[in-house]
């Protein structure tokens, strides 16, 4: 299978320093010949990578804004996330206004999506007594994260489109309606905070196709926003989504819009794991609902930003807060219909993604995890990551999958070195049979001189 990453490496820039290696929560990356390299069958883009290497030798690839020339009209979808980077007094209408002066034709939130799913969640969740606890769809990073090293799990996940699919559904329809155009005229585009959403849309997970057209980086969109903002007006009557859908791209806003059951939110892909863990050990059944973010503070900590995440997290609160009563969302009618009839539903079911297995044959499979056992027992367990794996058991399971050697480990080299050493002494100091003779002889006379 072939896959799409928007995180890719510019092996130029790379040094090999192993930071990437150690964050990385699927051990998608490894150090060989003194470059990274990134498993494609393991990476979930989730980002963290980005964030940690000193070398920006990690980078998002996203759509550029020329692409808006390929079609006759363009839909922009800003995040909720994006209207938490210009501070705490900026209204949403003055930056969906600026966005139609960078040249969209229209500009529909993603927080209107978030009303839509919102509700679709709480009606599936009173029709669904099992499994529990849900899991939440909305960030791809969880949803791949769980493919790959939670297989089990994929039934957990709650088998609706994301906010960021339901608002490109209301985008299509309204201009299929207002404009009279057809599918094919029509493009949307999110501005995304993290480039998990734009492997979403080029790759999509429980659909055939997304129904979004490309994601533009969000720092790149706020940089061009900035020139325009001043001209930018308040009063175009944009704005339709609830302070509740809005509060989305923080921690927590998704389990507050849905405000019943019994609910837990978790943020930062590492917390998301130990999480995971727990629901896979049967510990967590008596919650009905997991709202988990790979970025901590949710999508306003997003790789992609441009405000410090706590300093947006709280602009974006604050915000809500000042809309609560100002916007009151999508009818709940009218996101019942779209629940209705089937739109936010997917298409396919969520597939596991098992990379982490050794063989797909059981008897193979548990031949080489003994192996592994025996290999990895050998090694110093220091998990110092210089032999470019994350840790000492990562190695054991590349030297089983044939992917590197025992003597990548600089304490496993050095032994080897030591005792070759050691050997070669021990060689330089006999002599060949030839000329052995002669030299006991020698000896001999010596020892009758004294």
Same mark, same amino acid.
């Given at each position: 299978?072939?896959?799409?990453?928007?995180?890719?490496?510019?092996?130029?820039?790379c040094k090999g320093c192993t930071n990437c290696i150690k964050r990385c929560s699927t051990e998608a990356i490894r150090v060989r010949e003194g470059k990274a390299r990134i498993l494609e069958e393991r990476c979930v883009d989730c980002g963290e990578c980005i964030r940690i290497c000193p070398n920006q030798a990690k980078v998002a690839v996203t759509d550029k804004l020329e692409r808006l020339k390929e079609f006759r009209y363009n839909?922009? =979808?800003?995040?909720?996330?994006?209207?938490?980077?210009?501070?705490?007094? @900026?209204?949403?209408?003055?930056? #969906?206004?600026? =966005?139609?002066?960078?040249?969209?034709?229209?500009?529909?939130? +993603?927080?209107?999506?978030?009303?839509?799913?919102?509700c679709a969640i709480r009606w599936? #969740?009173?029709?669904?007594?099992?499994?529990?606890?849900?899991?939440?769809?909305?960030?791809?990073? @969880?949803?791949?994260?769980?493919? +790959?090293?939670?297989?089990? =799990?994929?039934?957990h996940i709650i088998p609706l489109q994301t906010p960021m699919d339901a608002a490109a559904l209301i985008a299509r329809r309204e201009a299929r309606e207002r404009e009279g155009l057809k599918d094919e005229d029509i493009a949307t585009w999110f501005i995304t905070p993290c480039p998990a959403k734009m492997t979403a849309i080029r790759q999509p997970v429980g659909v055939q196709r997304s129904e979004v057209t490309g994601a533009f980086s969000m720092s790149e969109i706020y940089g061009l926003l900035l020139g325009v903002m001043s001209q930018a007006r308040e009063d175009g009557g944009l704005c339709r989504a609830s302070a509740l859908g809005l509060g989305w791209g923080r921690a927590g806003g998704e389990n507050h819009a849905i405000g019943t059951g019994a609910l837990l939110a978790v943020d930062g892909i590492h917390n998301v794991i130990a999480v995971l863990e727990e629901v896979l050990r049967d510990r967590l059944q008596d919650l009905d609902y997991l709202e988990l973010q790979a970025c901590v503070g949710g999508c306003v900590g997003g790789p992609l930003v441009t405000e410090n995440p706590f300093v947006g997290r709280t602009n =974006?609160? +604050?915000?809500?807060?000042? &809309?609560?009563?100002?916007?009151?969302?999508?009818?709940?009618?009218?996101?019942?219909?779209?629940?209705?009839?089937?739109? &936010?539903? #997917?298409?396919?079911? $969520?597939?596991?993604?098992?990379? #982490?297995?050794?063989?797909?044959? $059981?008897?193979?499979? $548990?031949?080489?995890?003994?192996?592994?056992?025996?290999?990895?027992?050998?090694?110093?367990?220091?998990?110092?990551?210089?032999?470019?794996?994350?840790?000492?058991?990562?190695?054991?399971?590349?030297i089983v999958r044939g992917s590197a050697f025992e003597t990548d480990c600089i304490f496993k080299l050095r032994e080897q070195v030591h005792a070759l050493a050691k050997e070669m002494l021990e060689l330089a100091q006999k002599l060949p049979p030839a000329m052995r003779q002669g030299e006991e002889a020698s000896r001999a006379d010596k020892d009758g001189e004294t």
């Amino acid at each position: 299978m072939s896959y799409f990453h928007s995180v890719t490496l510019e092996r130029e820039k790379c040094k090999g320093c192993t930071n990437c290696i150690k964050r990385c929560s699927t051990e998608a990356i490894r150090v060989r010949e003194g470059k990274a390299r990134i498993l494609e069958e393991r990476c979930v883009d989730c980002g963290e990578c980005i964030r940690i290497c000193p070398n920006q030798a990690k980078v998002a690839v996203t759509d550029k804004l020329e692409r808006l020339k390929e079609f006759r009209y363009n839909v922009a =979808l800003p995040a909720p996330a994006f209207f938490g980077q210009f501070g705490r007094e @900026v209204d949403p209408e003055r930056v #969906m206004d600026g =966005l139609l002066r960078l040249g969209f034709d229209h500009v529909v939130e +993603v927080a209107l999506g978030a009303d839509a799913v919102t509700c679709a969640i709480r009606w599936y #969740m009173e029709e669904h007594a099992r499994p529990r606890p849900l899991i939440s769809s909305a960030c791809p990073a @969880v949803v791949r994260l769980i493919q +790959v090293r939670f297989p089990s =799990l994929v039934d957990h996940i709650i088998p609706l489109q994301t906010p960021m699919d339901a608002a490109a559904l209301i985008a299509r329809r309204e201009a299929r309606e207002r404009e009279g155009l057809k599918d094919e005229d029509i493009a949307t585009w999110f501005i995304t905070p993290c480039p998990a959403k734009m492997t979403a849309i080029r790759q999509p997970v429980g659909v055939q196709r997304s129904e979004v057209t490309g994601a533009f980086s969000m720092s790149e969109i706020y940089g061009l926003l900035l020139g325009v903002m001043s001209q930018a007006r308040e009063d175009g009557g944009l704005c339709r989504a609830s302070a509740l859908g809005l509060g989305w791209g923080r921690a927590g806003g998704e389990n507050h819009a849905i405000g019943t059951g019994a609910l837990l939110a978790v943020d930062g892909i590492h917390n998301v794991i130990a999480v995971l863990e727990e629901v896979l050990r049967d510990r967590l059944q008596d919650l009905d609902y997991l709202e988990l973010q790979a970025c901590v503070g949710g999508c306003v900590g997003g790789p992609l930003v441009t405000e410090n995440p706590f300093v947006g997290r709280t602009n =974006l609160r +604050v915000l809500t807060e000042r &809309l609560a009563d100002v916007h009151p969302g999508l009818p709940v009618d009218a996101s019942r219909q779209i629940f209705k009839s089937g739109q &936010l539903a #997917m298409r396919c079911r $969520i597939e596991p993604r098992p990379v #982490m297995k050794l063989d797909e044959d $059981i008897a193979r499979a $548990i031949s080489k995890t003994e192996q592994l056992e025996r290999v990895l027992a050998s090694l110093p367990g220091l998990d110092c990551g210089s032999c470019g794996s994350p840790h000492c058991r990562s190695l054991a399971e590349d030297i089983v999958r044939g992917s590197a050697f025992e003597t990548d480990c600089i304490f496993k080299l050095r032994e080897q070195v030591h005792a070759l050493a050691k050997e070669m002494l021990e060689l330089a100091q006999k002599l060949p049979p030839a000329m052995r003779q002669g030299e006991e002889a020698s000896r001999a006379d010596k020892d009758g001189e004294t």
